[in-house]
């Protein structure tokens, strides 16, 4: 299967009048090896669901094509929406028929016509976190993937406490499953060139350790504890627990030291916290 290169990707561009922009986090893959190296990380089988998150030209679509899986791709471009099909049909006839284009925010995504097991994306940079969170939460089918994000939010999604990157993505993420760096991706396979380095970040879903109600509480509760980073818990959870007693007590019933942390927190101790006295 032929996959786009530079020149295809500006001749598109061109065609399409589309001028990437930064306000919906558009870098486009040129580098064909790249493409492959995701997908291979992303573990994609044959007759696997991929979701696909901004698919853009289409460069990574039609490397998870080759792979043959079938894909569910989430453009917010009217114009990428319409082309993706099109090039597909031109490059990769015979995969046409396993390819689904939906024209939407991937934000505001509230179901699917078919049912993902894998999530293999660049993601845009601009708001990838939330992405992540709400496909994580909106699609349970999800089991496994990988996501190509900045350096920066990448290393915060699969960071252990007590790191100086650890915060509230991590805690976030780390209740969906396991999540771990996959290897740095050259600024170079990009068109345009980014000004930020990126990563690839690879996760397997597990079980969730409480119901949607205790998610929500837990990520108010992770909030509030990176809110105001440099305060011990007792302090920076006050306000959601009523008052720094309450927060105080909520913490030794939780069996932490009111003099915590949040970036010293587990994801399972977070959640403990967040079963005491935070309604």
Avoid at 42 to 62: A, I, K, N, Q, R
């Amino acid at each position: 299967m032929q996959l786009l290169g530079p020149a295809h990707i500006r001749d598109l561009a061109e065609l399409l009048d589309v001028t990437p922009t930064k306000k919906l986090g558009q870098n486009f893959v040129i580098d064909a090896n790249t493409v492959r190296r995701i997908v291979r990380v992303g573990g994609v089988e044959p007759g696997d669901v991929v979701l696909e998150v901004g698919p853009g030209l289409g460069s990574l679509t039609l490397g998870l094509l080759e792979a043959e899986g079938s894909v569910v791709a989430v453009e917010i471009d009217g114009r990428l929406a319409a082309q993706l099909p099109i090039t597909v049909a031109e490059l990769a006839p015979e995969a046409s028929t396993r390819l689904t284009v939906v024209h939407e925010d991937a934000l505001k995504v509230t179901g699917l016509p078919a049912a993902p097991a894998r999530l293999v994306a660049n993601l845009p940079y601009n708001v990838s976190v939330p992405v992540l969170l709400h496909l994580l939460q909106t699609v349970p089918t999800l089991a496994a993937g990988v996501v190509m994000v900045q350096a920066e939010v990448g290393q915060r999604l699969a960071a252990e406490p007590g790191s100086k990157v650890y915060g509230a993505p991590s805690v976030k993420a780390a209740w969906y499953g396991a999540w771990r760096a996959a290897g740095q991706v050259s600024r170079q396979v990009f068109w345009p060139v980014p000004n930020v380095d990126s990563i690839l970040v690879a996760f397997e879903r597990r079980e969730p350790p409480g119901d949607e109600r205790l998610r929500s509480r837990m990520f108010a509760v992770v909030d509030a504890a990176f809110g105001q980073r440099r305060k011990m818990l007792r302090q920076s959870l006050a306000a959601l627990y009523g008052d720094a007693a309450r927060a105080s007590a909520a913490l030794e019933a939780a069996g932490l030291p009111p003099t915590a942390r949040g970036e010293e927190l587990t994801m399972e101790q977070f959640t403990t916290l967040a079963r005491h006295g935070s309604e």
